[in-house]
């Protein structure tokens, strides 16, 4: 286990949900890496919310990415504190995504529901009518 401080791996039996979650970093880390912008409230409840990733789920593959076939859109959280902003715009350029920067955190969807929704809404309209649904 590598020993990163505020970061550490921890399995606890989560009493609000009965059920064991695991977590990589403490909630004061987390709310401030992740949860910036969300309440106090909020971030406790994300922080609870997490699971374990299923390792099964990463041994599947594909024949070719949905992103290569499809079109696609890309929302860049320019002050993220938990992925490079510039890993972003990095991976979204690879996509060929229509991206669009917003000013927030990594949990932009909390603090800009509104942007997240146009982008939604946008990408919507714009493969209504199109054979790559």
């Given at each position: 286990m590598i020993n990163i401080p505020g970061f550490?791996?921890?399995r606890a039996f989560n009493q609000k949900s009965s059920r064991m979650v695991s977590h990589f970093c403490d909630g004061e880390t987390f709310a401030a890496a992740c949860a910036g912008q969300a309440s106090d409230a909020e971030s406790e409840f994300l922080f609870d919310a997490q699971v374990s990733v299923a390792v099964k789920s990463l041994e599947?593959?594909?024949k070719v990415a949905a992103w290569k076939r499809k079109p696609s859109w890309y929302v860049v959280?320019?002050?993220d504190?938990?992925?490079d902003p510039v890993l972003l715009r990095q991976t979204a350029l690879r996509i060929g995504?229509?991206?669009?920067e917003i000013s927030g955190g990594y949990m932009i969807f909390l603090s800009q529901p509104d942007a997240i929704a146009a982008v939604i809404l946008?990408?919507?309209f714009a493969?209504?009518?199109t054979d790559n649904n």
């Open positions: 550490r791996h921890r599947g593959r594909i959280a320019n002050g504190e938990a992925i995504a229509k991206t669009t946008e990408a919507s493969t209504r009518n």
